[in-house]
């Protein structure tokens, strides 16, 4: 493998990566779209009963609701498709929140902590085997649609890392919501978005194999790696904070509509050293409202997810 070569080639499109969008030219605006707004009609809403205990010696535990709101977009749409599945077929019904970050995340959604040991390390399973599929990646979600970004309350996929998984495909069934609310000055985000950049280039001129198949990687990753980011995700790190350098890294499908302060206080749990709550955080059940909730392409997958 010639990584010297791939590095190079990948560094002159790194030149041309996203800079800070305060400082940039201005360019011609192109009509704007509308924001994403809620509705009866097109919503997709997941509800989450849950309930945590700091210690099990407690008398009862708390309970409470998170609500997300996934994204509209019609790249989302298999990833919608997923969630709604996993719903149908209860597979998050005794699911724990099995990694707890403060001011950073809260992680769910690995079936083996349905019955898992108390300290046991969580993290690597997924839905594979029950008819639902790994969750795509999803990139150019910055220029896109500026509101999916790693903000105060969105919800995204967890995946392995860069150097197995260089297509960065999410589970097939975890996901974490950012409970980070750090503010972030333009000039920030941009060194940000050139590290994310520089670090994949890395990662690619070590394990991609070819020129070619980096260049078509990179390509993927950020397909408008010479725009800026967008005023508007500027503008949501300055006032609503969030953890900026997730971006374009994991896919954003949606963001917390109810229930933040559930997620704060399951963030505060105390954990041991693999970040797991050494008390829980479970969820007890999911109900999926939306549109797409009676299609019929959901019975297949249904069926092979209740088996498991």
């Given at each position: 493998?010639?990584?010297?070569?791939?590095?190079?080639?990948?560094?002159?499109?790194?030149?041309?990566?996203?800079?800070?969008?305060?400082?940039?030219?201005?360019?011609?605006?192109?009509?704007?779209?509308?924001?994403?707004?809620?509705?009866?009609?097109?919503?997709?809403?997941?509800?989450?009963?849950?309930?945590?205990?700091?210690?099990?010696?407690?008398?009862?535990?708390?309970?409470?609701?998170?609500?997300?709101?996934?994204?509209?977009?019609?790249?989302?749409?298999?990833?919608?498709?997923?969630?709604r599945n996993l719903v149908q077929a209860?597979?998050?019904?005794?699911?724990?929140?099995h990694r707890v970050v403060p001011d950073?995340?809260?992680?769910?959604?690995?079936?083996?902590?349905?019955?898992?040991?108390?300290?046991?390390?969580?993290?690597?399973?997924?839905?594979?085997?029950?008819?639902?599929?790994?969750?795509?990646?999803?990139?150019?979600?910055?220029?896109?649609?500026?509101?999916?970004?790693?903000?105060?309350?969105?919800?995204?996929?967890?995946?392995?890392?860069?150097?197995?998984?260089?297509?960065?495909?999410?589970?097939?069934?975890?996901?974490?919501?950012?409970?980070?609310?750090?503010?972030?000055?333009?000039?920030?985000?941009?060194?940000?978005?050139?590290?994310?950049?520089?670090?994949?280039?890395?990662?690619?001129?070590?394990?991609?194999?070819?020129?070619?198949?980096?260049?078509?990687?990179?390509?993927?990753?950020?397909?408008?790696?010479?725009?800026?980011?967008?005023?508007?995700?500027?503008?949501?790190?300055?006032?609503?904070?969030?953890?900026?350098?997730?971006?374009?890294?994991?896919?954003?499908?949606?963001?917390?509509?109810?229930?933040?302060?559930?997620?704060?206080?399951?963030?505060?749990?105390?954990?041991?050293?693999?970040?797991?709550?050494?008390?829980?955080?479970?969820?007890?059940?999911?109900?999926?409202?939306?549109?797409?909730?009676?299609?019929?392409?959901?019975?297949?997958?249904?069926?092979?997810?209740?088996?498991k």
């Amino acid at each position: 493998m010639h990584k010297k070569k791939i590095g190079v080639a990948l560094t002159a499109l790194l030149l041309a990566a996203a800079i800070p969008c305060v400082g940039a030219p201005r360019q011609k605006k192109a009509k704007e779209k509308p924001r994403v707004t809620l509705s009866k009609n097109d919503s997709t809403i997941l509800t989450f009963d849950v309930e945590y205990q700091a210690s099990t010696d407690m008398p009862a535990p708390a309970t409470g609701q998170i609500r997300i709101y996934l994204y509209p977009e019609a790249n989302l749409r298999d990833i919608r498709r997923n969630f709604r599945n996993l719903v149908q077929a209860q597979a998050y019904d005794s699911v724990l929140f099995h990694r707890v970050v403060p001011d950073f995340v809260i992680q769910a959604g690995d079936p083996k902590s349905k019955k898992a040991e108390p300290g046991a390390m969580l993290g690597d399973g997924g839905a594979e085997g029950t008819g639902i599929a790994p969750m795509p990646f999803v990139g150019g979600q910055l220029f896109e649609n500026p509101a999916r970004v790693h903000k105060y309350g969105a919800v995204a996929i967890a995946r392995s890392g860069d150097q197995g998984n260089l297509d960065r495909t999410g589970s097939s069934s975890q996901f974490y919501i950012v409970t980070a609310d750090r503010k972030y000055k333009p000039q920030q985000l941009g060194a940000m978005a050139a590290d994310r950049r520089y670090q994949y280039m890395n990662v690619l001129g070590q394990f991609a194999g070819s020129q070619e198949n980096a260049q078509r990687l990179f390509s993927k990753m950020y397909p408008k790696a010479a725009g800026t980011i967008s005023d508007e995700a500027c503008e949501v790190y300055r006032t609503v904070g969030g953890a900026p350098f997730l971006d374009e890294d994991y896919t954003v499908i949606g963001e917390v509509v109810g229930g933040m302060d559930i997620a704060k206080a399951i963030e505060q749990l105390p954990t041991d050293h693999n970040s797991r709550p050494t008390g829980y955080a479970r969820i007890l059940k999911v109900t999926y409202s939306g549109p797409e909730i009676s299609d019929a392409d959901a019975v297949e997958a249904l069926g092979a997810a209740r088996k498991k």
